[in-house]
């Protein structure tokens, strides 16, 4: 994973990442514009968007890579997780983290490297 060839794809996996999750975050505004949803749910909808966005950007990685897939499931989802962390501050959410960050964090970390061990054996 150390040369060139390898950052391309890692990146193409990332941005694909943030779009399915500009398009899922879409639908859901949508349908919260419609109808009352309570804090468990949005909790549950936030986890489930961010296991399919660094999903999708992992698989989509390691078939251009098709290597070290558990490794690249681990840094697209680490760079994820981070740009999805700094665009919560810069939104005025704060340098905090909580319980349920954390748990995002680790349960992305490890999508993402599940993730990439199955797309490099699909």
Same mark, same amino acid.
Request: glycine share 12%; hydrophobic share 55%.
């Given at each position: %994973?150390?040369?060139?060839? =390898?950052?391309?794809? $890692?990146?193409?996996? $990332?941005?694909? =990442?943030?779009?399915?999750?500009?398009? *899922? *975050?879409? /639908?859901?505004?949508? /349908?919260? =514009?419609?109808?009352?949803?309570?804090?468990?749910?949005? #909790?549950?909808?936030?986890?489930?968007?961010?296991? *399919?966005?660094?999903?999708?950007?992992? %698989?989509?990685?390691?078939?251009? /890579?098709?290597?070290?897939?558990?490794? !690249?499931?681990?840094?697209?989802?680490?760079?994820?997780?981070?740009?999805?962390?700094?665009?919560?501050?810069?939104?005025?959410?704060?340098?905090?983290?909580?319980?349920? #960050? $954390?748990?995002?964090?680790?349960?992305?970390?490890?999508?993402?490297?599940?993730?990439? %061990?199955?797309? !490099?054996? /699909?």
């Amino acid at each position: %994973m150390g040369d060139n060839s =390898s950052i391309m794809p $890692i990146g193409e996996g $990332i941005v694909r =990442s943030f779009f399915l999750t500009l398009g *899922l *975050l879409l /639908i859901y505004a949508v /349908i919260t =514009s419609f109808t009352d949803t309570n804090a468990k749910f949005d #909790s549950v909808y936030k986890v489930v968007i961010t296991a *399919l966005g660094v999903m999708y950007g992992t %698989m989509y990685a390691v078939k251009k /890579i098709n290597k070290k897939g558990w490794l !690249v499931g681990l840094v697209v989802a680490l760079i994820y997780m981070i740009i999805i962390y700094l665009v919560s501050v810069l939104n005025g959410r704060g340098f905090a983290l909580t319980n349920f #960050s $954390i748990l995002r964090i680790v349960l992305a970390l490890g999508v993402g490297t599940l993730s990439g %061990m199955l797309g !490099v054996n /699909i």
